[in-house]
């Protein structure tokens, strides 16, 4: 029997225990902790959908928010949960007023999704969407900085940027750029969709106009979790996408920012009350709580990289982009790969295309084992032509 390098165990969560999943990247995994206090609250909220929703929502919600900014190092003032970070990039987006001519500045390795809500509010006010080219593998910080920086104009209105990008699975060194084109008058919007949970976060010391960052991928709260961060001097000026009660509250016990993303209609509250939930049931996996975690994962998401590497040899990014997931280039490869390595070999992993390339990217989590590991190992080599080691 082989050592164990990758020593994820299953038992915390309810995946299927036949399939190897390698892809906690995209939607996450919720553990069954976090999901049976989901489902006393449910029971709670229907035994009186009345109590619930009025008296007791706005502690419950206040709680879970002041556990949230504490963990992301912000005020709880300045943070609201939105269901994922695609409603917290368009609230944003579209609560700003765009002339013709201004540019809205992204880079080619953004979410589609994202990168369609920057086109949506470009063409209506007929601005232009401008796209960075950023190398990848990404060698050096400078060569995703100096790409973003050339692209910026005097017409450059917003630039939206990631902490971590989603295909090419990048930490970014995006610090002091922000804070460089905050500083020029240029506000910025993160996308942190998978930076909650994967890697430290001091929001509140941030430059960034704005954030959003999902709770259900690295946090492991139930899907439709996420937090918006606005600096204290945009929030009279962004709101949610659904204008609800808040819009003419007149309370003045919280911010109209508040007021308004706390409540968009009736939804089901308990995935943003599970957040203190996730928070200790993930953060008690590890002696060392979370640091502990986001570092173990890191290099369990570098050993799989590695082993990867030895399959498919290739130049591949220094370990500092590295966080909880790692991609790899699949020569000859196109994203019907994905499917192929679930039907044949019963692994969950994603192929993306991104450009003319096919990029398969792992996501370390708790739950991955060895045995996962070893499975994509070995199907690689049986099913992508000119693998080393292929049979
Ligand atoms: C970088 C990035 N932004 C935004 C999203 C969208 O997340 P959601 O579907 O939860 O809104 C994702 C999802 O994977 C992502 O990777």
């Not at 929001?203 to 690295?218: D, Q, R």
């Not at 591949?316 to 044949?344: N, Y």
Request: hydrophobic share 40%; net charge neutral.
């Amino acid at each position: 029997m082989s050592r164990c390098r990758v020593c994820g165990v299953r038992h915390p969560w309810q995946l299927d225990d036949a399939v190897h999943f390698l892809n906690h990247g995209s939607f996450g995994a919720t553990p069954r902790k976090v999901l049976e206090r989901q489902s006393e609250l449910r029971a709670t909220l229907e035994s009186n959908p009345v109590r619930f929703m009025t008296r007791e929502y706005e502690p419950r919600l206040d709680q879970a928010r002041d556990e949230l900014a504490r963990f992301v190092g912000a005020r709880p003032q300045d943070v609201v949960f939105v269901n994922n970070a695609t409603t917290g990039v368009n609230a944003v987006l579209r609560s700003l007023k765009f002339e013709p001519g201004d540019e809205l500045l992204t880079f080619d390795h953004a979410y589609n999704a994202c990168v369609n809500a920057l086109r949506f509010v470009a063409e209506r006010s007929g601005a232009r969407v401008v796209v960075a080219q950023v190398p990848f593998p990404l060698m050096k910080d400078e060569f995703f900085i100096d790409a973003i920086r050339e692209r910026v104009t005097a017409r450059t209105k917003l630039v939206l940027l990631e902490r971590i990008t989603s295909p090419t699975a990048l930490v970014l060194p995006i610090d002091a750029l922000v804070a460089e084109l905050e500083g020029r008058g240029i506000p910025v919007l993160v996308d942190a969709a998978h930076a909650p949970g994967q890697v430290p976060l001091h929001l509140e010391h941030t430059k960034a106009s704005f954030t959003t960052g999902n709770l259900h991928k690295w946090v492991c709260a139930p899907k439709g979790s996420a937090l918006l961060h606005v600096r204290e001097d945009w929030q009279s000026r962004i709101h949610p996408t659904t204008i609800s009660h808040g819009a003419n509250s007149p309370r003045s016990d919280r911010s109209k920012f508040q007021l308004e993303f706390d409540w968009v209609g009736t939804d089901d509250p308990t995935a943003y009350f599970c957040v203190p939930t996730a928070l200790a049931t993930m953060g008690g996996l590890v002696a060392g709580g979370w640091p502990a975690l986001m570092e173990r994962n890191r290099e369990d998401a570098l050993e799989i990289r590695q082993r990867l590497m030895h399959v498919l040899p290739q130049e591949l990014s220094p370990a500092k982009f590295v966080g909880s997931m790692a991609s790899i280039v699949v020569p000859g490869a196109t994203r019907a790969l994905s499917d192929r390595l679930l039907r044949e070999f019963a692994i969950e992993v994603p192929v993306f295309q991104f450009g003319d390339r096919a990029v398969l990217r792992v996501s370390a989590q708790r739950h991955v084992r060895e045995q996962d590991v070893e499975a994509l190992v070995d199907a690689l080599r049986k099913t992508v032509p000119g693998a080393r080691g292929a049979a």
